[in-house]
C-alpha cells in the first residue's frame, strides 16, 4: 500500500487549504485514513479519520468546526478541507491508512501505513 498526500502549501490566516491523499496496492476494503500532523517541536497530533465504509468521521479537538474530512471510494482518495486556517495550524500533514479499521481512531499506532507528508504554512 502507498500513499500519495498533496495540496499543501502557504496561504494566510483565515484562508482555506484542501489536502488529497491517494491510495493504491491493496488496501482492502474494510479501511480507515485519517490525517495527522506534526509542528516543528511537537508530537504528532490527531487531525481526522474516517472509515471507508460508513463514512463515520473523527475530528481532532483543536480542528472541529473548521476541517472537514470526505472520501471517494472509487479513488480510493481523501480530501481535508480546511477552513480558517490559523497560524498554529502550520505542520507537516501526514495521511495514514488503518488496514483494519473499522472505528475512525485518533491513534497513530492503529494506522499500518503513512505518506509522506505534505506542509501547510499559515502566515499571520
Known amino acids: 500500500v502507498q500513499l500519495q498526500a498533496s495540496g499543501g502549501g502557504l496561504v494566510q490566516a483565515g484562508g482555506s487549504l484542501r489536502l488529497s491523499c491517494a491510495a493504491s496496492g491493496r488496501t482492502g476494503t474494510s479501511y480507515v485514513m485519517g490525517w495527522f500532523r506534526q509542528a516543528p517541536g511537537k508530537e504528532r497530533e490527531f487531525v481526522a479519520a474516517?472509515?471507508?465504509?460508513?463514512?463515520?468521521?473523527n475530528y481532532g479537538d483543536s480542528v472541529k468546526g473548521r476541517f472537514t474530512i470526505s472520501r471517494d471510494n472509487a479513488k480510493k482518495t481523501v480530501y481535508l478541507h480546511m477552513n480558517s486556517l490559523k497560524p498554529e495550524d502550520t505542520a507537516v500533514y501526514y495521511c495514514?491508512?488503518?488496514?483494519?479499521?473499522?472505528?475512525?481512531?485518533?491513534?497513530?499506532?492503529?494506522?499500518?501505513?503513512w505518506g509522506q507528508g505534505t506542509l501547510v504554512t499559515v502566515s499571520s
Open positions: 495514514a491508512l488503518d488496514t483494519s479499521g473499522p472505528y475512525a481512531s485518533r491513534d497513530q499506532y492503529r494506522y499500518d501505513y
Open positions: 474516517v472509515d471507508r465504509r460508513s463514512g463515520n468521521t
